[in-house]
Nanobody, 116 residues
Framework: QVQLVESGGGLVQSGGSLRLSCAAS????????MSWYSQAPGKAPEVVAI????????TYPDSVKGRFTISRDNAKRMVQLQMNNLKPEDSAVYYC?????????WGQGTQVTVSS
């Protein structure tokens, strides 16, 4: 069964940290570019971090650059998102995504809430 399962979300105070994890199964994750997206209520999903299949390159939007770090361990089939110095505007459901040119896989999401 092809799936991504996120974990690690929760409630944290402004300035705090969370580490999200995404466990992959049922497909060759090492061939997939992996990303994390955030979706706040009433808004479209926004990408917050991207990592290439081999993990050699990462990309972040300016809104999270310097605060979020994406990493992957293909042997463990895991992708993680370290989020530091969290802000209330980071509150959202966070989704893990894996994609190639012919396929895209999404997780079910994990809620992150940052209180001021």
């Amino acid at each position: 069964q092809v799936q991504l399962v996120e974990s690690g979300g929760g409630l944290v105070q402004s300035g705090g940290s969370l580490r999200l994890s995404c466990a992959a199964s049922g497909f060759a994750v090492e061939h997939y570019e992996m990303s994390w997206y955030s979706q706040a209520p009433g808004k479209a999903p926004e990408v917050v971090a991207i990592i290439t299949g081999a993990g050699g390159s990462t990309t972040y939007p300016d809104s999270v650059k310097g605060r979020f770090t994406i990493s992957r361990d293909n042997a463990k089939r895991m992708v993680q998102l370290q989020m530091n110095n969290l802000k209330p505007e980071d509150s959202a459901v966070y989704y893990c995504n894996g994609r190639t040119v012919w396929n895209s896989v999404w997780g079910q999401g994990t809620q992150v809430t940052v209180s001021s």
